[in-house]
C-alpha cells in the first residue's frame, strides 16, 4: 500500500545548492502535481502533468523545473536553491486531471539557510 | 476574489457537537468538488467527494449548491478525533486542469 512515495523527507541546503526531489506513485495514475505549503497557508501548484511526456507550469512555478521519467515518476528540480523556497513539499496523483481526487505523498520538508 | 474561500476558522466546538463549514468558489464551470482533511504538518487526505445530489458519510455530509456557487460540510457528533484543518478543493475542466484548494477552515474539538 505505498501509494505515492516522496524522497527525501527532510533536507537542508545552502542558498545556491540545487537538488532534485523524488516522487513515485504505484497506482498507475496519469497525473501528477507538485505542490508546494508554507506556514499557514495553502497549497500552492507548481507544476504538474496531466499525462506522461508532458508536463505545464501552475500557480508559481518561478525557480524550479520538473521531469515527468515515466508514468510512475516526476521529479522537480531546485537549480539554485533560495530561503524564500524553504517550505514543505507535496507530490500527489490521480487517474486523470480533472475529475478525479488526488492522493498525496507524505512529503518534503524542505529548508534553505 | 479567490477562486476558492473558506473561513480560516478556528472552529471551537465541545465533543458532540455538530459543524458546518462552508467553502464558496467563483468559477461557474467548475466541475468536481471535494473535501479533504489535513492534521497539522501532514499531507492532505482525501475525505470525501461532493457530488450534486449531496452525499452523506456516517458523520459527514456534503452538499453542493450550484446555485450559489458553495460547498458545504456538516460533521454530526464530533469527536476529539475529528480535530484538523478541513480543505475545499474545486476543479474546472476549462484552461489549466488542476484543483484549485482553499487555504482550509481549521476545527478543534474540545473535551
Known amino acids: 500500500n505505498a501509494g505515492v512515495t516522496q524522497t527525501p523527507k527532510f533536507q537542508v541546503l545552502k542558498t545556491g545548492q540545487s537538488m532534485t526531489l523524488q516522487c513515485a506513485q504505484d497506482?498507475?495514475?496519469?497525473?501528477m502535481y507538485w505542490y508546494r505549503q508554507d506556514p499557514g497557508m495553502g497549497l500552492r501548484l507548481i507544476y504538474y502533468?496531466?499525462?506522461?511526456?508532458?508536463?505545464d507550469k501552475g500557480e508559481v512555478p518561478n525557480g524550479y523545473n520538473v521531469s515527468r521519467l515515466n508514468k510512475r515518476e516526476f521529479s522537480l528540480r531546485l537549480e539554485s536553491a533560495a530561503p524564500s523556497q524553504t517550505s514543505v513539499y507535496f507530490c500527489?496523483?490521480?487517474?486523470?486531471?480533472?475529475?478525479?481526487?488526488?492522493?498525496f505523498g507524505d512529503g518534503t520538508r524542505l529548508s534553505i539557510l | 476574489r479567490k477562486e476558492v474561500e473558506q473561513d480560516p476558522g478556528p472552529f471551537n466546538v465541545p465533543e458532540g457537537a455538530t459543524v458546518a463549514f462552508n467553502c464558496t468558489y467563483s468559477?461557474?464551470?467548475?466541475?468536481?468538488f471535494f473535501w479533504y482533511r489535513q492534521d497539522c504538518r501532514k499531507e492532505p487526505k482525501l475525505l470525501m467527494s461532493?457530488?450534486?445530489s449531496g452525499n452523506e458519510d456516517g458523520r459527514f455530509t456534503a452538499q453542493l449548491n450550484r446555485a450559489s456557487q458553495y460547498i458545504s460540510l456538516l460533521i454530526r457528533d464530533s469527536k476529539l478525533s475529528d480535530s484538523a484543518t478541513y480543505l475545499c478543493?474545486?476543479?474546472?475542466?476549462?484552461?489549466?486542469?488542476?484543483?484549485?484548494f482553499g487555504s482550509g477552515t481549521r476545527l478543534q474539538v474540545q473535551p
Open positions: 478543493v474545486v476543479t474546472t475542466s476549462t484552461g489549466r486542469r488542476a484543483l484549485t
Open positions: 502533468s496531466a499525462s506522461e511526456g508532458t508536463t
Open positions: 497506482m498507475n495514475h496519469n497525473s
Open positions: 461532493v457530488y450534486s
Open positions: 500527489a496523483s490521480s487517474e486523470d486531471a480533472t475529475y478525479q481526487p488526488q492522493h
Open positions: 468559477n461557474s464551470a467548475s466541475q468536481s
